[in-house]
């Protein structure tokens, strides 16, 4: 049973450029939840979707940053015009319900470095 | 708003010493505690998690975990680490939303 998939693993930008990151969650999971970790920080909420339908944004940038879980395909996180700070990992977890008790699977992270 | 702190950020210790990393919540009501680890190069992994019962929670790879409710602690315990043990160790709590409020993490280093 594969596990969460993120690709890119790492990504790389230059200031102003569009990023784009995919998170395909484990098989029977249609919760997802981004988190981003800055340098020497702990990970911190960003967004949590189902199948098309944003649950809870409170994590996430006012401004260039958005999320989506198509009824088809892999959630995406999209940073427009990205700038030096947004340079972090990017963690996506799926759980097979929503709820507290359901235990979140994490991906590997895409490494996004904004040049 | 919930926090989580790690008062620990770097720990250096030698094959088969015991290890207790701490964690601090600051929530009033009805928290759920995971440790999750991350070693070199993989992605987080849960180690253990507490919801309800029994305050001692025994986890993955001998790893042990005790909830003080009146300490607001949920330590991480190990007798005797091993050098495969080396990783990145998170405290994370949920205060009944989904999301996830992580500490900035331990790195240990377990020399052999």
């Known amino acids: 049973n594969a596990g969460v998939m993120q690709n890119p693993r790492h990504l790389v930008r230059r200031r102003g450029q569009e990023a784009r990151l995919r998170c395909s969650p484990m098989?029977?999971?249609?919760?997802v939840y981004w988190y981003r970790q800055l340098p020497e920080e702990g990970l911190k909420f960003m967004v949590y979707?189902?199948?098309?339908?944003?649950?809870?944004e409170s994590g996430m940038p006012k401004e260039r940053f958005s999320a989506e879980f198509p009824k088809e395909g892999p959630s995406i996180l999209r940073i427009q015009q990205v700038v030096r700070g947004d340079s972090a990992a990017y963690f996506c977890?799926?759980?097979?319900?929503?709820?507290?008790?359901?235990?979140?699977?994490f991906g590997p992270g895409t490494r996004l470095t904004v040049l | 708003a919930q926090s989580v702190s790690q008062h620990n950020h770097h720990v250096i210790l030698s094959e088969a010493a015991s290890l207790e990393l701490g964690c601090n919540y600051s929530?009033?009501?009805?928290?759920?505690l995971f440790w999750y680890v991350q070693y070199p190069g993989q992605h987080l992994q849960l180690l253990l998690k507490?919801?309800?019962?029994?305050?001692l929670v025994k986890g993955i790879k001998g790893f042990e975990a005790e909830f003080i409710k009146s300490k607001f602690s949920f330590n991480l315990r190990k007798p005797s680490v091993q050098w495969s043990d080396t990783a990145e160790y998170f405290c994370?709590?949920?205060?009944?939303?989904?999301?996830?409020?992580f500490g900035t993490g331990t790195r240990l280093l377990v020399s052999p």
């Open positions: 098989k029977g999971h249609s919760h």
């Open positions: 977890a799926s759980s097979p319900a929503g709820g507290v008790y359901n235990e979140q699977f």
């Open positions: 994370a709590v949920n205060t009944g939303f989904q999301k996830l409020v």
């Open positions: 979707l189902q199948k098309e339908n944003i649950i809870d």
């Open positions: 929530y009033g009501g009805t928290v759920n």
């Open positions: 507490y919801f309800s019962g029994d305050p």
